[in-house]
């Protein structure tokens, strides 16, 4: 027997995958957030051979493929590198719309660090100096996020 | 025509249930830091890159993009490989096939998992159909716990004969500093411990664990200059079954297994692989595995397994010994459990493997197990085939 699929109605089965995760930060990782946290600083790490900053911090340089060791503090304070305002509704955003994804070269870093601005968005450009707004010591978990935003200056 | 290759270097983590001072990449680094020194290597001495684990467990999608900085792979070619509990061995014979085809000279093979970050079984299930199999028989007891049932019906084989297999393996681990569980346990205790699934109870199976492996592959001609004694590939295999666990014919022993290593043991020209394979490194996850797989590879007859084992034949000392690191069921971080097989192997050929040593290893086979029933095997030697 053929079975004419145009009479079989096509059946769906819903489904949702819940795998709970626990990742480890580690111990370069965990010595940034809990900068964070605890200090309200920023701090990175600097490759002894190639003298590249790193924020986040992290064990080994990438190009070089040498451990890193030295941690360095970087300033709360740097320069927009690249940004864009997000104007739609996601539920994996971290904030209400509108608010931009900008990355933000720290004075002292050699690389730009992800994050976000949610104040004074018309005054965006590339270039334009930004300081990291904590949230109050009571609210830090040892997140990325207790840097709340970036604010313009 | 294929041309000869060889593993040069090995580097293996200190496998542990939790890594909580390095995250995923960082214990990449770890590893491949370890094989790089073995061959007194640099990473920008490699060519190409393959790696593997399962993304569930990690929630890790695109490792080969994501791990570069641990792995060594920054402007390099690297290439992600996955194929469940198997993806160590795959990542290996993958890395085999590069060196082979003549366009790489030396190709490092990473495998990884961080099992410490997810629920494993709500993570393995996801390997399995979602419409048909996934509620029932996934994950990895139910399918075996068949399949021990079936063999000990078959054979007459009892929970105790299996306990033997868990005893040995936990016994070799202690002389394996890598090793993650390194506890001695006697027969009764694995009797006493808990039933999961008839017949599997706790101490029958595999832990969770954090580790990572890497191994180095070298084309003929670069090998030797590399490694005073490298491990050559004298053959592989793989087969891939069933996608249904209902397909399976768990009378028949495991099929792909059979097939795979009937395929190895031609290309190497063995006959008598218990007379001729000098150690063997068996992906075996649970404790029942040692009793029939061994009989699926041809070290003796169906049915034959109980006896084999309690004669001492797998023991170090014995005919073929078995699993000299402690094996899947003292150490199991998923994607890099089959890798370690075929770097545990390579250690034995190349007389590095310290206290787990065999005497005298001219050739090592290694197994990889994972899926719905699946099998990778490699053959190595010491004499460049
Ligand atoms: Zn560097």
Known sequence: MTVNLNQVESLTLQGQIAVPYTWWVGRVGSRFLIALRDE??????????????????RGNCGSCFEDIDQFVEVSNEGVVSAYTVVRFKYPLQPVDTPFAYALIHLDGAD???????KADLDKLKNGVRVRALFKERSERTGHILDIDSFQII | MARRVAIVGTGQTDHRSHRPDVNGREMIYE?????????????????????????????INYVDTWSVEGSGAVMKPIMKVTTGGTTGASVAIAAYYHVASGFFDKVLAIGWEKNSESDTTAAIITCSDPVWDRAFYSGAIPSLATEASAYMKQYGAT???????????RT????????HLRKPITIEDVMASPM?????????????????????????????KIAPKPAWIR?????HTYS??????????????????????????IREPADEIDVAELYLPYSYAGLKWIEDLGFCGPGEGPGFIRDGHTDMGGKIPVNPSGGVISTNCIGATALLRVAEAAMQVMGKAGQRQVPDVEVALATGFGGCFWSDVLILGKARP
């Open chain 2, 244 to 269: 249904w666990f209902g397909d399976v014919d768990y009378n028949a022993g495991l099929l792909s297994l059979q097939r795979a290593s009937k395929e190895a043991y031609q290309r190497a020209g």
């Open chain 2, 159 to 169: 929970q105790e004969d299996a306990a033997r297999v868990a005893v040995r393996d």
């Open chain 2, 196 to 224: 999961l699934a008839y017949p599997i109870k706790l101490l029958d199976v595999c832990p969770r664990t954090d580790g990572a492996a890497a191994v180095v592959f070298a084309a003929d001609g670069v090998a030797q």
């Open chain 1, 111 to 117: 690389v730009s660090l992800a994050h976000i601005i």
């Open chain 1, 40 to 57: 309200a600083k920023i701090i990175g790490n600097r490759c002894n051979r190639c003298n590249t900053v790193y924020v986040p911090p």
């Open chain 2, 31 to 59: 590893a491949v830091k370890r094989a790089l020194d073995d061959c007194q290597l640099s990473i920008h001495d490699i060519d190409a890159i393959i790696i593997g684990n399962m993304d569930h467990f990690e929630s």
């Open chain 2, 172 to 179: 070799n681990a202690l002389s394996n500093p890598h090793a």
């Open chain 2, 235 to 239: 053959a592989c295999a793989a087969r």
